[in-house]
């Protein structure tokens, strides 16, 4: 009954490499965030979508393509892999209600290695 | 740039001991709210504190929130091993319906 899952757990790949995460919930909550989290782990948000829809899209180079097919998922994508790419992302969800912040849950993260 | 910054970075107590952790923030909030890391794990909420709110409990935690000093306290009562964590603080400003900015943390480690 996990309420936030990603796969894969773990990714080691070359760099240049294309790869993709990918996220879903199954709590009905209508935003969906990508977060990136270094090795200091400070966590940045790098994406969120709002029923299918972009909101946010900080400075992420455009290497990095989200795509949300339905409410439930969303998928990171990200092309020519570098080794600064290398980190834990880790996806979340909430329900938003005006402009009130609500409570995020986030997924048990994707540990990428680019070597 | 970070939103909140936390105060200490890092904090080692003895079990049974308080852990007192600090969050400092630049812009007007709407909530704050506070999130426990445990190694390799990911984000789980523990206290959202809104605006309007000055002290808010839950169980061994108390938060407390001064929005003239733009600042949170979370304190852990009585801590245990189990508490040991990273502990981040999270800020969303008032324009902005979807997005949490975290602070970077402070890793607590309880000794049993």
């Known amino acids: 009954d996990t309420a936030v899952s990603q796969t894969p757990k773990y990714l080691v790949t070359q760099m240049g490499n294309d790869k993709s995460i990918k996220c879903e919930q199954n709590?009905?909550?209508?935003?969906m965030y990508w977060y990136k989290q270094d090795s200091k782990k400070f966590l940045k948000i790098m994406f969120s979508?709002?029923?299918?829809?972009?909101?946010i899209n900080e400075t992420v180079p455009n290497r990095f393509s989200p795509k949300s097919p339905d409410k439930a998922h969303l998928n990171l994508h990200i092309n020519s892999l570098e080794l600064g790419d290398s980190a834990v992302y880790f996806c979340?969800?909430?329900?938003?209600?005006?402009?009130?912040?609500?409570?995020?849950?986030f997924g048990p993260g994707t540990r990428l290695l680019v070597l | 740039s970070q939103q909140g910054e936390e105060d200490p970075q890092a904090l080692s107590i003895q079990e049974g001991e308080n852990a007192t952790m600090n969050c400092s923030y630049k812009?007007?909030?709407?909530?704050l709210q506070w999130y426990r890391q445990n190694s390799g794990r990911g984000l789980v909420h523990l206290i959202l504190?809104?605006?309007?709110?000055r002290e808010k409990h839950s169980g061994r935690l108390r938060v407390t929130l001064d929005t003239s000093k733009k600042s949170s306290s979370l304190l852990i009562t009585a801590s245990r091993a189990a508490d040991t964590a990273s502990y981040f603080c999270?800020?969303?400003?008032?324009?902005?319906?979807?997005?949490?900015?975290f602070g970077s943390g402070t890793r607590l480690l309880v000794r049993p």
């Open positions: 979340a969800s909430s329900q938003v209600r005006g402009l009130s912040k609500e409570t995020q849950y």
């Open positions: 709590l009905g909550h209508d935003t």
């Open positions: 979508y709002n029923n299918k829809e972009l909101i």
């Open positions: 812009t007007s909030i709407n909530n």
């Open positions: 504190i809104r605006s309007n709110e």
């Open positions: 999270a800020t969303g400003s008032m324009d902005s319906s979807y997005k949490l900015i």
